[in-house]
């Protein structure tokens, strides 16, 4: 198929584009996409050779390549996205210990209030799209848990802000991001002199509330944020301001649509599988999370939000029997893998008992990629999930508006429900 058809369907459909050539050409298979990693590129979708790739070294095998072409102008040059190499471990480092142990626990509180304020607005007996609903929650998360900024004048900006920003990442604007020739204005058509006003409002705001922050007392403070202000790498330096605003900015980035997306598909599993939804309600009224725990991991599998977690390969690399030429694009198959039938029977059935008291594979469930790029929120995401499941569906009666599952649409790079998961609250 040519080059530009191959990008258009795969842009369009990762899903269904990466299946129909798995399954014309097995689990490793090559593609051309102009503009988007290397332009070549290998598909995989054996788990152990994904194994292989993501315990390959940080130099042959980088991702910050792949997102700095059209991050940067977003993030800034000091994103852990964007990062290659020493600095990028040295920036792992520091911003992976936030993310675990009990302070995760604090944050379950924050999680639940968020889900409560988001229920009081949600319209009774009338058809209402579930995401937008799921973007806001995730976004006061990541606003009170990362930013440390509470419900208030300066969140309300800051928010709006942020939402503008990363709003108009329409397809000029990601066009725009993808290839730096296109980063002017057309006439009358002034996307990037718009995006670049955006930027700069962000920029303003998120540096007052790091100065301001700076001033504070930090050994109170739960937030990530203070937690990256008082840590040091280990040559003894601290995050400057300008690393931390683009650390701030890619956890935004990376964990509120990707979130949200995540829980809208869950919701709409369970709304289109009664027999699931009655087992989890029963399991919760009887306090038990295991039900619920599995449900996150398999919702996660049927419909992982990324399609595929990506490295430019630096050296040739032999994976499996086969040889991979330097300059190559590798994308791991994240969707591919999770619907191997010799692994999941049955793969496009939704079946939490898959995983019930069963840990999932490190290298055959991957929503989360892996090795030294494997995503920060890998834990706080599920988390998160598994608190807003919990308050919504124990206070608030959901049934589906349509009797047919959502098809995912690429927004941007993540896969979202078509529809938004359309839901209607009953009394
Ligand atoms: C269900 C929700 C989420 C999904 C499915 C998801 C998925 C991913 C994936 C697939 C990667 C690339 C991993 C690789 O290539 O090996 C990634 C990286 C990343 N994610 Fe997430 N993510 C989620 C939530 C979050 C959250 C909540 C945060 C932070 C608040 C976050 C922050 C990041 C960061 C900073 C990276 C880059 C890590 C690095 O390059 O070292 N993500 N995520």
Redesign the pocket.
Known sequence: MPAALQAAEFLARPGVFLERNWHQYGDVFSLRIKGFGTGRHVVLADPAMIEQV?KGSPTDLR??EVADKFLTPITGPSS??VLDGDE?LAH?RL?LPP?HGERMLAYAGIMAEATDRSIERWPLDEPFALRPRMADITMEV?MRT?FGVEQGHRYQELSAALLTLLGNTNVANVLSLAFPRLRRDFGPIRTWSNFQRDKARVDTLLNAEIARRRQSDLDDREDILSMLLLANRRDGAKLSDDELHDELI??LL??HE??AS?LAWTFDLLLHHPEVLATLQDSLRRGDDSYLEATVQEA?RLR???AT??RILHAPMAVGDHELPSGITILAG?WLVHRRPDIYPDPLAFRPERFLNKRPGTYTWI????????????N???M??KVVLRQVLTQVNLTAASPKLERPVNRVVLLAPRHGTMAIRRR
Do not use: D, K, N, Y
Not at 367 to 378: K, N
């Open positions: 993501f991702l910050g852990l996205l990028h792992r911003i993310f990541v990362v890619t956890m990376a964990g990707t979130t995540a996660l992982p939000v990324v977690s990506q994240i929503p989360f990629g892996g090795g030294v790029r494997r995503c920060i929120g890998a706080f995401a599920p998160e999930m």
